[in-house]
């Protein structure tokens, strides 16, 4: 009987550790996703699955709105040329029975009389923002650049790209984290009164 329960013992121990593992398991790929490098991973995801929604127009499973302001192209007062583009990429939940979308990435292109403005946000399916991209240029001249990584809004990696003179014009810094986020929210918003 001793043996019968020492080897019920060791069954026990051994099932009661397989629990453990599965979650430590679990506990590692999510710290993944929210690293640089899980974060690299799913932006190339993103990207590859919206470059398979433009190359032949045909149903991805993404749906994008575009919305453009000044489409006519008219000038603006102290500006002249101005326009600007934003496009929503989203996806339906695959998680919800109910008529439920997920936000992925919003790609907006800004175009101030010779200077372009690029801007990228990448959301995690929770509706977090876990990238933002900036890059200024004037013509084929980078002039700023700059990347925000995040995990549950605290900025985890941070950097930048300044051509030489533009220090006292530069557009962000790390310490504007906070208004990254901001800028987020609202793109959020935007989207959701897209749809």
């Keep these: 009987m001793g043996e019968f329960l020492s080897g019920k013992f060791r069954i026990l121990l051994i099932l009661g550790w397989i629990p453990l593992l599965v979650w430590s398991g679990g506990c590692k790929v999510r ?3 929210t690293s640089r490098e899980g974060i690299r991973t799913a932006y190339q995801e993103v990207n590859a699955r919206i470059a398979t929604c433009q ?7 993404l749906y994008v709105n575009r919305l453009t302001t000044n489409s006519g192209e008219e000038p603006w007062a102290a500006v002249g040329i101005y326009q600007s583009k934003r496009d929503l ?3 339906r939940d695959p998680e919800s029975e109910e008529e439920k979308y997920q936000l992925l990435k919003v790609n907006a292109t800004t175009q ?8 990228e946000y990448l959301f995690a399916t ?5 990238f933002y991209y900036f890059r200024l240029e004037q013509g084929d001249e980078l002039l700023q650049e700059y990347r925000y ?4 809004d605290k900025l985890i990696d941070y950097q930048e790209k300044l051509a030489e ?10 310490e504007g984290a906070a208004q990254v986020l901001e800028k987020a929210a609202k793109m959020r918003i935007l989207w959701e009164a897209s749809l």
């Design 149 to 152: 990584y995040f995990s549950e």
């Design 126 to 130: 929770s509706g977090k923002l876990i």
């Design 55 to 61: 190359e032949d127009g045909s149903p991805c499973g």
């Design 112 to 119: 101030r009389s010779d200077r372009v403005e690029n801007e």
């Design 89 to 91: 990429w989203y996806q």
């Design 31 to 33: 710290a993944q996703k």
């Design 165 to 174: 003179g533009e220090t006292e014009y530069r557009e962000m810094s790390q």
